[in-house]
Structure formats: structure tokens, C-alpha cells
């Protein structure tokens, strides 16, 4: 098994005590496999994509990714979890808006010492983002961006790639043709998927969904 | 990992050339004007250093005249048979430079900077033509002098060094001795100097160059001003980066949720801006050494007017300052660096990620920078009422303005809630509302607009306060027409008879160099006379003072003396062995290093009979002045030098003042422009960062061309507010400057004068900067393609 969550809770300090946010999920993934995590605001899907990313800490619980305990680890480990094992793609795609597009790809990959140049090219390819490699995110469209925040992941080659509301910023056209080459390309890499959105259509697209209501699995 | 995320933090500064430019600039304005002050400093320490060891001043007793004249080859004699080890010294003025005569067998520290061997062969000294040892700038002055010259760059500038026959030749003071020098270690049983050299009075060793003293306020307050402009310069690189981190927010977030450390980032920004420090400092020394080399002229013009130290008009390069000067840098990058780096360390991976809107986060800070300006303020009034000296008076100059510079931006807010309080309209609410939310990014820049403003006016303020007392006092003590001087007690009593029928009243200037009040000073003998009744003024004085001076029943005391010894009226002070007189009257004596006694001439004549008067003031009818002068060249063979007229030497005294304060003037105009570099960089930054905010109100209506205007009128009004709140804080300065300051480092306090005229003329450039700085953004922003505003709209979605 890739990803193995026990009994996962969190809870955010509010103004009249903590608010949990999760009260004990369980989950798993294996490897190639793809899963919609699903549920209404407020409901912990972003809390868990992040706990799982090593984002940030649970309360109490177990996550094990690729054999690694990620509740023992502390900050360095978890920053280096986040450069080799895992690929975040966000909702609003956290491009370095100082570096071409080029660079915005290669970028993960180097900071894992795996940049791979032919690899990279391919994804510019299949992203058709080739003619934009010289171009500041800036100067791309919402869509453009996406992309490239997902050539950026895979890039790196995660063993899981996680994605929170990826195509929330985009028209339900542009959403699906990205959805689409993320997926074939998340297949090619062999790489797990766990993908939070609130769209029932989309979640269709996974092999397998996860319902969250009021932090647990309903 | 580590060069990835070093690109992508470099990749900023790549796509924002501007921040760059603001960062180094302002570091480099910062470190220049700093290392400036300190490369004039350390220039003029040197020449006194070298001074000191030319002379021998301060590192060895020395025996002087205690008539303040010439020491006779006689006295020379006596002393050295009644076992004194003393070495003669004669210096004088050969072409206007100064050349000292020393007699190398026994003066105690040889030839000073020179030493015998190599060029400096001793036989060559000595006889023949002889050698002179002179400082490179002044050997083409002496070519006349037939003796062999040796240039000796570490011979004190407008120096001169020879054997003491060949001086003494050269000056025609054949048999003439200016001091002795005592040598540290002398015999046994030798004749008290009472017997051996009645005439000689005995200067104590300084431990430290008398001169090095001297200067050291001035030094003081140029060094002052150096951090001054330090301090304006780093609000700039900390408005610089503060901004920098702002933007670069998002871009650590998503460096940290891809897997960099978080202590490698802080660490790789460290590094970044240490790097920024070191070439920004490197730029700023070089900035700096310009600085100095165009204003070294003047200090050494100052100096040498002020104090008559000689201070090389040229800069060396010295290793020290330069070191200095990048250690400033990296100081100065660390203080306006550390508290965005002490943010970042603290920041939540998953802290918001878009720059956070200034105006939000400025509530809470602005209550805590509201209450730590409070106490500071408070502290500046508490050092200036309990504290004491020169440290507690700079303290208050500092607490003061940082403290204000803290309030500026909670004052301006509470004026701009005011003034939308009183808006009708939707335009101006939403002018002053927009103004009120500009403030934090403007905040830094306005602080050292402030800052700038108050030390032109504070300045301004107290070098014309000093030049209206200065002036003013020249006129009450400068009032004979013409000062003659004697070379011998024989000429001194022949001029006295030969001018006395001549001129309405002859005052003759007797004095002696002793101690007083446990510290060295002069005491002067004063004729009774009409002219000091009607000109002198005093601080303060007992009734009658004069008649009670003329009796012979008290004495007058300078009001750096009586700071000093803590004298007031009645309070007893020695004038002579076993005599003390009470004080009953103390006088302004600005420019005076020393303390002055002034006892009526009778008495002197009596304490000190043998002291004769060589130097006479004469009253006389304008008119008759050049005929008296001539008469005095023609019929004693005076020297020009010897006769000086009133109205010349008033003309030099105030023409060395106005030099003494071109410096400061020079240095109040760069912080000024500095603070103007800050203002438009600001805005520049800013500027981009206004478009999400501007854009909105353009798509509901107004246009571009408005949009632009209220830029630049929100910058000029700005401006406005911090120039008048810069007024009282510049006459506080001011008043700090001359009630506390000017106390405790020259002894004398200044009466302060107000001058509207040039407030409001500094008032009227500082809204000339900030138009100037505000133009061009305003421009941009009026310019600003549609489509550019359309996308601040595209990237919302």
C-alpha cells in the first residue's frame, strides 16, 4: 500500500476553544491508483490533502507513505518527504512568478536532484506548453498555469500526486482537458492520485472516491 | 536543492530591477554619507596625530614665557646649567608654512615622524646648507630657502621639520627660542625653575594631542550627522526589503510546500542580502571617499581657522575606514533585515499566501510603534531634564527622533481619519480612505522625510543662532578699530607712547597662562575703561560690575570656565598665588577652547609685575585707521601681520565660521536628496502594487488621467503633513542641539533664534521632492494600457 491513514484527527484553535476538523479518518491508496476526495467546505479534505503532503502536523493518528511514518518526522524530514515522495498541485498553482516557465517545470525536479531535461520536455509537449517556456506565468492564461503547475509535479516524478481542487479556477472545458492529460499522465508515471474537488463529475473520473462528512469518512 | 532555490530567490530581484536598485542605492547613500564623515575624521586624526609627534605636543612638559612671548638663548643657558634637561624648539611661519626648529641631540622625541638614518643623515642635518623635512605639499614653498629639501609624507601637512640654527635663520629670530621641551627623566637636585627661569612657566604633558581635544566636538558633531544620515538610509533598505519579503511571501510558501527547509531559506536570504550589503557597501565607500575628498578642503580650511590645526586638504585612502565602511553595510543590512527575517522564521507553512494587504496587519503594529514611541519620547524628556553629558545629550537626540519618526505614521493616520471625517463626496472618501491605506508602504519613506526635514531645520536653526550670537559678539568685543602687536617688551612701551596721543583710548591685552579652577586657562589684566562699560555684555553679573571689577574686588570668568568648574557669583577663583577673588560676572566666549579670568589691569599689573603688554587695542576715528597704520609700519617696522584691522578681522572670523558650517550645510542637503531617493522609491514600488486596488475604482468610472493626479496630489499631501509635523520636531532638535549638546561639548550655552523665512523655504523643497519623486509614478499610472488594469480582473479568477 503507497498511502495508509489511521485514525487521522486535527483540530484549529477557535475563539471559544479548538474546532476539530478531523475526528479519526481512516484511508488508503495504493499505488496507481486514483482517488476523488470528496465532501462539502468545511468538511477536512483540504486539512487531510495537507497532513498527507506533510504540510502540516495531526493531532493524533497515523500516516505512513511509501513506508515512512509521517508523524514522526519533523520539519527537515517532512521538507524532504515533500521534495522526493510526494507533488502538490494547488488550486491556485503557486508558480514562481520570477522564473520563466522553463525553470517553473524543471523546478521541483532539481530541487529533488532528479531534473530530467528530455522528461520535462516531453510534459512541456504533452501540456502544449512549449511555445510558452519562455514566458513568465504571468503571461499565461488560468488553464496555462494549471498546466504548468502540473508539469512541475510530475516532473519530479512523486510517488504520489496530490491535488487540491486543481481545476476550481477553471471553465468546465478547460477543467476536463486538464483533468484528462494529469490523468494519463499520473497512469504513464505509475503514481498514486488523490485529488480533492467539490465536483461530482470530476470525482467520476477517479478509479475510486472518498466521501468526508464533518471530519470523518462517511 | 540549495542552488534551485538560490535561483528562484535571486529570479525576484532579476524581475524586479527596481527593488534591486532601491536596496543597493539606498545601502550604498547610507554607507557613503557614513564612511564620508568617518574618512574626514579619520584624515584629520591623522594629521593631528602627526601633529603631535612633529611638536612633541601633549607627550612632554614644556616650558613657555609666562608673558606669552619669545624664551631668550639666555633663559636656554640658565636652565641648562641649573641642570635642566630641556631641548629648545623655534617655530614660525616661512612662506606660509609652518616651520619648526628643533635641535635633534637633545630634543626627547628626535624628529618626530622622521627618523635619522637613510635620507635623513644626521651630518646633513647639521651642517652645511642643513635639510629640511617637509610634508610633499608644502616643499615647493621653501625652494628659496638654499637648503637641501627631503619630502616626509608622515611630517604634519603645512609642516616643515630643520635643525634649530637653520630655522632660526630663516625666520631672522637669531637667538629666539618659542618653548623648551622637557625630557621625561631629569637629574636630581636642579634648581627650581622659580630661580633657574623666573620668566618660564611650566606646561604640564596632556597625555594626548592638544589639538586632537580641541577638535573633538567638532569631530563629535560631524560623526553625529554621519549616523544621522546612516539612519535615513537604512529606513530606506528597510523599507527596501521589507517590501521585498512582502512580495516574495507566496513564492517561500511554495519554495517551503515543494520541500526546502525552512532554515536553508533563511539561511539562502541571509546569504542574498549579506552578498547585496557587501557590493552596496563596496559602492557606498567609494561614494563615500568622494564625499570626503570634495569637503576635506573645507574642514581643513575649518580646522585650521577654528583650532590652527593643519589638516591635509587631500584624502588618503585609509584601510580602516574602508572596512569600516563594509562592516556598516552588513550592520546596517542586519538591523533593517532582521525583523522581515525573524517574520519569515515564524511564518506558517501554510500561512496565507497572497502579500498580505499592508493595511491590515498596520492596526496592531501601529499601537505597538504608537507606545514604544511614547517611551521614547519620554526618555528624551528625561534625559534632557536628569541627564548629564555628551553621551545622555546625544541619547536624547536619538530617542527623540526615532521616537518621532515611530509616530509619524500614527499621527498622519489620526490627521487622515480627520480629514474624512470632513469629506463630502464619494471621490474625496474615497481619496482620504485610499491615502489612509497607502500609509504603511509610504510610512518608512515619510520617516526619513521627517527625519531629513528636522535635522535641515534643527541645523539650520542652530548654525544661524550661532552665526546671529557670533556676529553679535564680535561686535561687543571687537570694538577697537585697530590691534597692534609687539615683537619685544622695549617696541611694546614705545608704540604705547607713541599711539597714546593718537587714539581716543589705548587698551592694552596683558595675560598669563596658569591654571584656574584646576584647569589650564588664560587670565587677562583689563584697563578700566569706557569702551568695555558700553560693550560688553554679560550672562550674568553682580550691580555695578564694573566698578567693582575696577576696585580690584572681584573677577570676571568665561561661561565655559564656569560651566566647568561649576562657578557662580560669589564663588571664589585663584588668580595668583594665595589670592582669590570671588566671581562677579560671567561672559559669553564662544569659540574659546579654554577657560578666561579677567581681573581689572592694576591688580595684574600687581600680581604679575613681570608681565608687560605686547598686543594693544586703539580706539581711533574710522578715518584715521590707515594713517595710524602706516604711521606704525613707517616708524617701527612693523609687519602687516602686527597690525590688524577690526573690520578684517571680523570679515575672517565669520568668513572661518560660515566655512566651519559648510560642511553641515553640505551634508543637511545630501540627507535631504536622500530622503527624496526614498520618497520615489516608494512610490515606484508601490506603484505596482497599487493596481489591484486602483482598478476597481477606475472600472467604476474614474479615468486614468484622474487616477494619476490623486497620486501625485496624495504624495504632495503627504509630504505637506510630515513637513509640518518636521517643524517643532526640527526646533526641538534645535534646541537640543544648543541647550544641551553645545553645553557639554564646547562649555557654552546659545541663545536660539526662530527663522520662518527658511522653514518655510525648506518647506517649499521638500514639496518640490515629493512632487518631483511622485511625477513619475503618477505618470506611469495615467498611462497605465487598459489592458494592464483588465488583468488585475483576468488573474482573479
Do not use: C
Amino acid at each position: 500500500m503507497l498511502l495508509n491513514v489511521r485514525q487521522i484527527t486535527k483540530s484549529y484553535p477557535g475563539a471559544d476553544g479548538p474546532v476539530p476538523v478531523l475526528r479519526g479518518v481512516d484511508l488508503d491508496l495504493a499505488a496507481g491508483e486514483t482517488l476523488a476526495l470528496t465532501g462539502e467546505s468545511g468538511s477536512g479534505k483540504s486539512t487531510l490533502l495537507h497532513l498527507i503532503g506533510g504540510l502540516d502536523r495531526p493531532d493524533d493518528g497515523t500516516i505512513t507513505l511509501d513506508g515512512i511514518a509521517l508523524h514522526e518526522l519533523d520539519d527537515g524530514g517532512r521538507a524532504a518527504l515533500r521534495r522526493g515522495v510526494v507533488g502538490v498541485i494547488f488550486q491556485q498553482f503557486n508558480l514562481i512568478p520570477s522564473l520563466r516557465v522553463a525553470a517553473n517545470i524543471a523546478f521541483q525536479a532539481r530541487l529533488g536532484g532528479k531534473d530530467d531535461p528530455d522528461w520535462a520536455a516531453t510534459l512541456a509537449q504533452r501540456l502544449g506548453l512549449t511555445p510558452h517556456l519562455a514566458k513568465y506565468p504571468e503571461q499565461l492564461s488560468g488553464g496555462q498555469q494549471q498546466r504548468v503547475a502540473i508539469a512541475r509535479t510530475l516532473a519530479a516524478r512523486p510517488k504520489l500526486v496530490l491535488a487540491d481542487e486543481p481545476t476550481g479556477n477553471l471553465d468546465e472545458a478547460t477543467a476536463d482537458a486538464v483533468l484528462s492529460l494529469m490523468l494519463d499522465l499520473v497512469h504513464e508515471t505509475g503514481a498514486g492520485l488523490l485529488m480533492v474537488t467539490h465536483s461530482m463529475r470530476l470525482a467520476g473520473a477517479m478509479s475510486r472516491q472518498v466521501h468526508l462528512r464533518a471530519g470523518l469518512v462517511a | 536543492m540549495t542552488r534551485a532555490a538560490l535561483s528562484a530567490l535571486l529570479s525576484h530581484w532579476a524581475r524586479n530591477p527596481l527593488q534591486l536598485f532601491t536596496l543597493l542605492a539606498g545601502l550604498a547613500l547610507a554607507t557613503a554619507l557614513w564612511s564620508g564623515v568617518q574618512a574626514i575624521n579619520s584624515e584629520a586624526r591623522a594629521s593631528y596625530d602627526a601633529a603631535a609627534a612633529t611638536l612633541g605636543e601633549g607627550q612632554f612638559d614644556q616650558l613657555l614665557a609666562a608673558d606669552g612671548g619669545t624664551i631668550s638663548q639666555a633663559d636656554y643657558i640658565a636652565l641648562r646649567r641649573a641642570g635642566w634637561l630641556v631641548s629648545p624648539v623655534i617655530e614660525g611661519r616661512l612662506n606660509g608654512v609652518r616651520l619648526v626648529g628643533l635641535d635633534v641631540l637633545t630634543a626627547p622625541g628626535g624628529l618626530g615622524p622622521v627618523a635619522l638614518g637613510g635620507e635623513a643623515d644626521i651630518g646633513a642635518f647639521l651642517s652645511g646648507g642643513g635639510q629640511i623635512f617637509a610634508h610633499p605639499d608644502v616643499l615647493a614653498q621653501l625652494t628659496e630657502t638654499g637648503a637641501e629639501l627631503i619630502a616626509a609624507p608622515d611630517v604634519a601637512p603645512g609642516t616643515a621639520i630643520t635643525d634649530i640654527g637653520l630655522a632660526q635663520r630663516l625666520l631672522q629670530r637669531e637667538g629666539i627660542l618659542t618653548r623648551l621641551i622637557v625630557a621625561p627623566d631629569q637629574p636630581r637636585g636642579q634648581l627650581p625653575l622659580a630661580e633657574a627661569a623666573p620668566r618660564l612657566t611650566l606646561r604640564a604633558a596632556q597625555g594626548g594631542s592638544d589639538i586632537g581635544r580641541l577638535t573633538d566636538s567638532f569631530h563629535l558633531n560631524l560623526t553625529a550627522f554621519g549616523y544621522l544620515a546612516f539612519a535615513v538610509g537604512i529606513f530606506i533598505v528597510h523599507g527596501a526589503i521589507g517590501l521585498a519579503f512582502e512580495q516574495r511571501r507566496p513564492v517561500v510558501r511554495t519554495l517551503r510546500a515543494l520541500g526546502v527547509p525552512l532554515n536553508r531559506l533563511i539561511m539562502l536570504m541571509a546569504l542574498e542580502l549579506a552578498g547585496f550589503a557587501v557590493i552596496a557597501g563596496m559602492i557606498g565607500v567609494a561614494m563615500g571617499y568622494v564625499i570626503a575628498a570634495g569637503l576635506l578642503p573645507d574642514v581643513a580650511a575649518t580646522l585650521r581657522g577654528l583650532y590652527g590645526a593643519d589638516v591635509a586638504g587631500s584624502l588618503g585612502l585609509r584601510p580602516m575606514w574602508f572596512l569600516s565602511g563594509l562592516v556598516v553595510a552588513l550592520g546596517g543590512t542586519v538591523l533593517a533585515a532582521g525583523g522581515a527575517l525573524w517574520q519569515l522564521a515564524r511564518m506558517p507553512l501554510l500561512a496565507s499566501a497572497q502579500p498580505r494587504a499592508m493595511a491590515i496587519a498596520a492596526g496592531g503594529r501601529a499601537r505597538l510603534l504608537g507606545g514604544l514611541s511614547m517611551l521614547l519620547l519620554g526618555t528624551a524628556g528625561a534625559l534632557a531634564l536628569w541627564g548629564t553629558g555628551l553621551v545622555a545629550g546625544f541619547g536624547t537626540l536619538a530617542a527623540l527622533l526615532i521616537g518621532a519618526a515611530l509616530a509619524l505614521p500614527v499621527l498622519l493616520d489620526r490627521v487622515l481619519a480627520f480629514g474624512q471625517t470632513l469629506s463630502r463626496g464619494v471621490t474625496a472618501g474615497w481619496f482620504w480612505a485610499d491615502t489612509r491605506q497607502q500609509l504603511p508602504g509610504l510610512s518608512l519613506a515619510l520617516a526619513a522625510l521627517l527625519l531629513a526635514m528636522a535635522a535641515n531645520v534643527g541645523v539650520s536653526t542652530m548654525v544661524s543662532s550661532f552665526r546671529l550670537t557670533f556676529s553679535g559678539f564680535l561686535d561687543q568685543r571687537l570694538f577697537s578699530e585697530l590691534y597692534v602687536y609687539a615683537d619685544d617688551p622695549a617696541q611694546a612701551a614705545a608704540l604705547e607712547a607713541f599711539v597714546s596721543p593718537r587714539a581716543t583710548a589705548v587698551l592694552p591685552l596683558m595675560s598669563v597662562s596658569r591654571d584656574l579652577a584646576d584647569a589650564p586657562g588664560e587670565l587677562y589684566g583689563s584697563r578700566d575703561d569706557l569702551t568695555y562699560r558700553e560693550n560688553w555684555q554679560f550672562l550674568d553679573a553682580v550691580p555695578m560690575v564694573w566698578d567693582v571689577l575696577a576696585r580690584g574686588e572681584g573677577v570676571l570668568v568665561n561661561e565655559q570656565m564656569a560651566r566647568r568648574a561649576g562657578l557662580s557669583l560669589g564663588d571664589p577663583v585663584t588668580v595668583a598665588e594665595g589670592v582669590s577673588l570671588p566671581v562677579i560676572g560671567i561672559h559669553g566666549d564662544y569659540g574659546n577652547p579654554i577657560g578666561q579670568a579677567i581681573i581689572t589691569e592694576t591688580l595684574f599689573r600687581t600680581l604679575y609685575p613681570e608681565v608687560t603688554a605686547s598686543r594693544f587695542g586703539l580706539r581711533l576715528n574710522p578715518e584715521d585707521v590707515p594713517a595710524i597704520s602706516a604711521a606704525l609700519r613707517d616708524n617701527f617696522g612693523l609687519p602687516a601681520a602686527n597690525i590688524i584691522n577690526q573690520a578684517a578681522l571680523k570679515a575672517f572670523s565669520m568668513d572661518v565660521f560660515d566655512r566651519t558650517f559648510t560642511v553641515t550645510a553640505a551634508l543637511n542637503v545630501l540627507t535631504l536628496a536622500v530622503a527624496g531617493f526614498a520618497m520615489l522609491m516608494s512610490l515606484l514600488t508601490l506603484a505596482g502594487m497599487r493596481l489591484p486596488q486602483l482598478a476597481p475604482v477606475w472600472s467604476l468610472g474614474m479615468t486614468r488621467h484622474s487616477l494619476g493626479r490623486f497620486e501625485l496630489a496624495r504624495a504632495v499631501m503627504l509630504a505637506l503633513l510630515t513637513a509640518i509635523l518636521a517643524l517643532p520636531l526640527g526646533l526641538g532638535l534645535a534646541w537640543v542641539l544648543l541647550a544641551i549638546v553645545n553645553v557639554e561639548a564646547f562649555g557654552w550655552r546659545l541663545p536660539m533664534y526662530l527663522f520662518p523665512a527658511d522653514y518655510a523655504r525648506l518647506g517649499l523643497f521638500a514639496l518640490m521632492a515629493a512632487t518631483l519623486a511622485a511625477l513619475w509614478p503618477a505618470i506611469r499610472l495615467a498611462r497605465t494600457p487598459p489592458a494592464v488594469l483588465l488583468k488585475v480582473f483576468s488573474n482573479e479568477r
